[in-house]
């Protein structure tokens, strides 16, 4: 059993509920405490939420196509409010239109997400990735 | 069955004597004198003789008379709050004293500084609530607060209710302080645990402020306990809700000259297609304003109505400065009322602006979303004023300015009550109505609807 808790949430004026319900549900099976915003999160929310938690991590979604828009900055805010060492991942449909995934992980690493997940991705292999990451941080 | 009922207030030790009779409440008597701030015994039982026939003491032992009472004199009952994220542990923090009936003094986020422990040190209030995390969440901002607790000279009675992986921990680092560790106030994340504090609060209160307030001396002769004024109000309001019809939901305010109170009763019942973000509300709720009031807060009163007054607000500035020393100014010129009835505006206005919630509309691909944030108060029906100045008006409305105020600066609706029956406590008798609800809550709570004037 790892102690990790995780912060997850769909960001901005998004309000796509599906997939937040499976990624809670998937990474609460891989042992993983899960503080689930829903839908509509603010970037401020998402940190008030990882203090008083003392999350590690802090997981965004975003499905409608505005990602580029509501992610940029989270990282910034968060070393502002303290949150050094959180580990920020972000994943969905994360821009408008058939753009090739490597330029969209570019994009939203250079942001400062630890990593960027097409809406493909395996949960399980994800929740290890975030196991091994968090461990890293700290 | 008799009752005396008395509220020692700052300024004014008032008392009454009801008779209940089954659901029936009648009025026996009423006296008012000043505190008697050096000894508030004294100001307590020359009250409690104006309004009993005989001797109230010999009465009381032989169980002819019963005695409820309460007091906020002596600046009655300060809270500093101390949380971590102001959202959350610390606003939770805050509906957890101000629902136990506390001033808050002083309230501090995140990390407390050298200033901050300087400041409680110089001021001590009389309960510092302490807390932070949600359990098995954050230590590090906690265990640093409590550090710099443990090292200061801070002379107060200390409830920690932050989370309890560090609970232990806190109480090795404020060995020697005079300690009390409760559940925590926030164990869940967004999941609000106001109660435990709330009652340490007040079991603090009982054993400890009252003596420090002088308030001993009438329990041992009377052999009856006090509680915070707020506190009986706030139960009272309860009362209301839970034992008169059409009474479900309403607000109240009690504005007196140092601070405005508001008490709220409301099921936040969300539109379809409305976000709620935030904690969530509880359905009896409390605010206090202690930059709002008729006299001695008038200075600052001013302050915060300053941008809407236009042409008017150096005189109000000269007026607030003639009263904020005389806790009984009367205004007896036509100006003076004018003057003073705006600064009632702006009391009641901008406490309840802080009280209720706000909607924000956003437009997505999708169309318009509402978030909320905070209690919506739109469809509440019924509001009252209480306190000596509302008492006295006849003739005031608090919904021109809530209309003028709708939006605010950020866009946002402010979700103040929109159609609503106005009703005064003409006489003044919701605080010792409060105090009879104490031993009679649906009595009490019919009675004072009854006694209300439209
Ligand atoms: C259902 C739906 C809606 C419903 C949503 C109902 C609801 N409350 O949930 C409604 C009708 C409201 C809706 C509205 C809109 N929608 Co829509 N919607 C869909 C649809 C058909 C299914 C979404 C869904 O539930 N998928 C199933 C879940 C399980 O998948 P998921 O959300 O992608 O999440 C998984 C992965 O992406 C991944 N994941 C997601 N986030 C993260 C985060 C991390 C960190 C990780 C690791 C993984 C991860 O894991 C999840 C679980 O497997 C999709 C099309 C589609 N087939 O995907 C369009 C789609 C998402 N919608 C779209 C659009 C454009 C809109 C609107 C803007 C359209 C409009 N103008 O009306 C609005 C936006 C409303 C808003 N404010 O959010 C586009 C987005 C385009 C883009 N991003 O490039 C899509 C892709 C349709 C399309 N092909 O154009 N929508």
Known sequence: ????????????????????????????????????????????????????????????????????????????????????KVVLYVGGNLVIGKRDFAE??????????????????????????????????? | MIVACLDIGSTWTKGATFRVDGETVSLLARA????????????????LGDIVEGDPLAQLHDGRLSLQYSSSAKGGLAVAAIGLVPEMTL????????????????????????????????????????????????????????????????DCEIVYAGNRSVAAEVGRLLAGKRLRIVDNLM????????????????????????????????????????????????EYTRAIHAHVPEWDSFVLFDMGGATTDVYSVHQEMPDLGTVLRGLPEPEVKRTVEGDLGMRVSARTTVEA?????????????????????????????????????????????????????????????DGEMKIQTGRDLRQVARVIGSGGWLARAADFDPAPWFAQHAVDARGRLVLFPQHFSYYRDADYLFPLLANLARAFPAAAAQAGIRLLQD
């Open chain 2, 305 to 365: 109505g300053e941008p809407e007054f236009g042409d008017a607000a150096e005189a109000l500035r000269c007026y607030a400065e003639r009263v904020v020393a005389q806790p009984e100014f009367l205004p007896l010129t036509p100006e003076d009322a004018a003057l003073d009835t705006r600064l009632a505006a702006v009391c009641v206005g901008q406490a309840c602006r802080r009280h209720v919630g706000r909607l924000a509309t956003i437009y997505t691909p």
């Open chain 2, 91 to 154: 606003e939770i923090g805050k509906i957890a004293a101000q629902s136990a009936g506390a001033r808050l003094s002083q309230v501090f986020a995140y990390h407390l500084t050298e200033d901050d422990i300087a400041g409680l040190e110089a001021s001590p209030p009389d309960i510092l609530l302490f807390a932070g995390g949600t359990d098995g969440g954050n230590t590090n901002y906690v265990r640093a607060n409590a550090e710099a607790i443990g090292r200061s000279s801070i």
């Open chain 1, 1 to 84: 059993m790892s102690d990790i808790t995780a912060v997850l949430g769909v960001i901005g004026s998004d309000c796509h509920a599906v997939g937040n319900k499976i990624l809670d549900h998937a990474l609460t099976a891989e042992g993983i405490k899960v503080v689930n915003l829903g839908v509509m999160v603010s970037q401020d929310e998402f940190i008030n939420a990882a203090v008083e938690t003392g999350a590690q991590a802090i997981l965004v979604a975003s499905i409608y196509g505005h990602g580029e828009i509501d992610c940029d900055g989270l990282r910034g805010r968060c070393l502002e409010r303290g949150l050094d």
């Open chain 2, 32 to 47: 008012a004198r000043p505190t008697t701030v050096v000894n508030l015994a004294d100001g307590f039982f020359a009250v």
């Open chain 2, 187 to 234: 164990p869940v994340f967004n999941e609000p645990n106001p109660d435990p504090a709330r009652d340490a609060i007040r079991t603090i209160f009982l054993e400890t402020i009252v003596k420090g307030k002088g308030l001993d001396r009438i329990m041992a002769a009377t052999g009856a306990a006090p509680v915070p004024t707020p506190f009986a109000v706030l």
């Open chain 1, 104 to 138: 969209v992980e570019t994009l939203f690493r250079g942001m400062g997400y630890d990593r960027v997940f097409p809406p493909t991705v395996d949960l399980k292999e994800m929740a290890n990735l975030l196991k091994q990451d968090v461990a890293a941080r700290s």
